[in-house]
């Protein structure tokens, strides 16, 4: 009985790659048809919430940073800050290399000065329970 299990065992793993080879042998053609097709420009764009702060890569390597505005059929526009005024740029999608959401300067620093001044706050209290539980202050 033991060596009937083996035998119908070791058929098994024998077969499964056979089988497997022979199933994906004859779905290539489909399989490379069907396969998902990388995301166009405009279609990440409208991934990316509006309003957002984005950096876009331009074809000429220039790099500009700006919030996301409308998104058309054939481009986008970009809220870029020059001085104290606000200009709106139209670009088109055929000359962006590539579009990405950036923090805007200063929001990090808030963020590091917040967990700064709630660790210290932690620190404090942490100091607090231990001195009274200790009795220090008698």
Known sequence: MHQALCALLASML???????????AGSEPQS??????????KEKILTIAPES????????????????????????????????KIQNLTI????????????????STGRVLAYGLAGIGAFFVGLLIACVATGCGD
């Open 92 to 107: 088109g999608f055929d000359q962006v290399k590539s579009v990405k959401v950036v923090e805007k300067k200063g929001t």
């Open 32 to 41: 490379q048809g069907s396969r998902p097709q990388k995301p166009t420009l």
């Open 53 to 84: 702060y984005v950096e876009v890569c331009f074809l000429d390597k220039r790099k500009l940073r700006g919030r996301l505005g409308e998104i058309t059929d054939e481009g986008f526009a970009l809220q870029v800050a020059k001085g104290d």
């Open 14 to 24: 024998l077969f499964e790659p056979v089988a497997n080879a022979r199933a994906t």
